[in-house]
């Protein structure tokens, strides 16, 4: 035994020995506790370290190397950034960072809830790189994907069960973003709108007493003040209900833009072969737009700040614009527009170019656009009263719960983020109004359109969720005896006396294609019959079933034929239709109800 082997198995024993005295001196409920409160520290830690970090970076690039945003500068630090978080990605830490949350939500769904330990602190590093030093990103996803990946590496370590190890998973995502935004309802809410996990009210306890951990961590670091410094001039009044409904719809509209205009540059860089070539052609684009518009650099705090105090001067940092043009409110709200809808491009080329960062902060970015821009509109066609500040903030609630199909989400998150919480009203009718039409058009959010159409989301939907945790690989039995379609029959009934099977299967002597199956009972009244035995073929013999399924098909699929026919056994092929096994119906239903136990397990 070597000395690493050695460790890991001393190490197993020392916590199965922990594990005996936890289950004699403390109970399942106030272990759980304890190791949210503990996950929550840890993650609220992380977080500062990321959020530190990263305005460190910037704060430096910015206010001592460069502080004319008309300067090359912008053009080039971008640049700079995406490439040494693609040095160290490609060739330092040697693992895909990218994905973000959607990559959370499949390890949730596909994978047990297990996430790599390098995403512990990978993302960390790559995100501080990326929007540090300009890419037009934030900081919310990879704060997220780094406190799931704490919570899930504590829970194999304790050798946790499923449902307490996507239990510590949630908490300390929830702690994680508490403490990034110092909002612990949000924490929370994120945690069950946007995972989808389905917990019990006896689970809820440890995820919100996470979520407050991480938020008593933050104020200890970084103090008790809101995010966004709103000051607003009046609150909600019913006569405002006609703008606010307005907004929603606006809203909307924008959140599909953001969501179609990701989805179409993701899908235009999946074309280029090369990393490099995708960060050659996405770092010149982006660049280029920063340095037109520089409000588009980095995170955008200060501009989103500008937007919910009624400001609209950042879209004129670039120093390209003579001083009529701002003084004229229409040209004002024609740059604002081009500004957002940049922004979801910005960010999308962000990414296609190989940086890593979140879409929280352009969405909130997008929606306080979106509503200033509203507001101004809406002033120089006459309308009068219209506060501009306080539709800014309520149109960040909007977009996000667009974006992200979150309307809770948004309200709780605008409402701590500001302070702003005599703005419920309108920002449960905004949030909640976006969140309809848009699903209505865009089924799936930004996080889950991919895994939507390989059917691998875990939803509220218990059944599906059981089913999408169950790998069809695992399934598949192959003590089915295969047959060659030239044997005669004397080789098929030597093939059944060697069996205990009633099915077998037909595929290509040398290649293993499947070509069908072969039935006991339909050749029953041929078997004892020798004169038969070298007139008869399997090919002659065997048919095509009506069934079969696919190694990578869904087990929701799977199940569904086994549902819709009377098969006990399906035939299972990989993609080149090679034959590999047989899944029973007896086992995926036996492995269904094993699978409910565990997700049921509190």
């Known amino acids: 035994m070597d000395n690493k082997t050695r460790r890991k198995y001393k190490l197993a024993r020392a916590f199965a020995r922990f594990n005996e005295w936890r289950m004699r001196h403390i109970g399942t409920s106030q272990y759980m506790i304890m190791l949210s409160m503990a996950a929550g520290v840890i993650a609220a830690l992380v977080a500062w370290v990321l959020k530190s970090t990263t305005h460190s970076i910037s704060h430096l690039l910015t206010n001592v190397l460069a502080k004319d945003y008309s300067t090359i500068f912008y053009f080039i630090c971008p640049l700079v950034g995406i490439c040494l978080t693609l040095i160290f990605v490609n060739y330092i830490l040697r693992h895909n960072v990218s994905g973000g949350i959607p990559r959370v939500l499949y390890s949730i769904s596909k994978e047990g809830a297990v996430i790599k330990s390098h995403n512990m602190y990978s993302s960390v590093i790559s995100s501080a790189l990326t929007v540090g030093f300009g890419g037009s990103a934030g900081l919310e996803g990879p704060t997220v994907v780094t406190g799931a990946a704490i919570g899930s590496n504590i829970g194999r370590l304790l050798h946790l069960n499923y449902k307490q190890k996507l239990l510590i998973l949630g908490c300390a995502t929830a702690a994680a973003l508490s403490a990034m935004f110092k909002a612990p309802i949000t924490g929370a809410v994120f945690v069950l709108e946007v995972f989808m996990l389905d917990l019990t009210m006896a689970s809820l306890a440890p995820l919100l007493i996470s979520s407050v951990t991480g938020v008593l961590v933050s104020y200890l670091l970084m103090g008790t003040s809101p995010l966004y410094f709103f000051r607003p001039s009046s609150w909600f009044e019913a006569g405002d209900i006609p703008a606010y409904l307005l907004l929603g719809v606006v809203s909307a509209i924008s959140s599909i833009y953001f969501t179609k205009s990701y989805i179409w540059v993701s899908n235009l860089f999946k074309k280029a072969s090369s990393k490099w070539l995708k960060f050659a052609i996405g770092c010149v684009c982006l660049a280029a737009l920063i340095y037109l518009f520089p409000a588009l650099y980095g995170e955008g705090v200060d501009t989103i700040n500008g937007c919910i105090n009624g400001e609209a001067d950042f879209v004129f940092l670039s120093g390209m614009y003579p001083t009529w043009m701002k003084n004229n409110l229409w040209w004002v709200a024609l740059l604002l527009w081009i500004l957002l809808m940049l922004k979801p491009i910005a960010t999308s080329l962000t990414f296609a170019a190989g940086g890593v960062g979140g879409i929280f902060m352009p969405a909130l970015f997008t929606g306080a656009s979106t509503g200033l821009l509203t507001a101004i509109v809406l002033g120089q066609m006459g309308f009068d009263g219209v506060n501009a500040a306080n539709m800014a903030l309520v149109g960040m609630a909007g977009t ?203």
Do not use: C, W
């Open 400 to 602: 996000i719960g667009g974006v992200l199909h979150a309307p809770l989400t948004a309200v709780f998150l605008i409402a701590e983020l500001t302070g702003g919480y005599k703005l419920f009203v309108p920002l449960l009718m905004v949030s909640v109004l976006s969140y309809v039409i848009t699903r209505r058009f865009m089924r799936n959010s930004i996080y889950t359109f991919q895994l939507a159409q390989r059917n691998e989301l875990m939803t509220h939907h218990v059944d599906k969720n059981v089913l999408n945790l169950m790998k069809l690989d695992k399934l598949i039995e192959k003590n089915f005896a295969v047959v060659f379609p030239e044997d005669s029959l004397r080789e098929l009934v030597r093939a059944v006396e060697e069996t205990t099977r009633n099915i077998f299967a037909v595929a290509d002597r040398d290649d293993n294609t499947f070509y069908g199956i072969i039935k006991l009972d339909s050749i029953r009244s041929i078997m004892f019959k020798p004169e038969l035995y070298d007139k008869i073929l399997v090919k002659d013999l065997m048919f095509r079933p009506d069934y079969t399924v696919r190694i990578d098909e869904s087990m929701d699929s799977v199940a569904t034929k086994f549902t819709n026919s009377d098969k006990f056994n399906i035939a299972v092929l990989d993609e080149n239709n090679k034959y590999l096994g047989f899944v029973s119906r007896a086992k995926v239903f036996s492995q269904y109800r094993i699978m409910s136990k565990q997700l049921s397990e509190d």
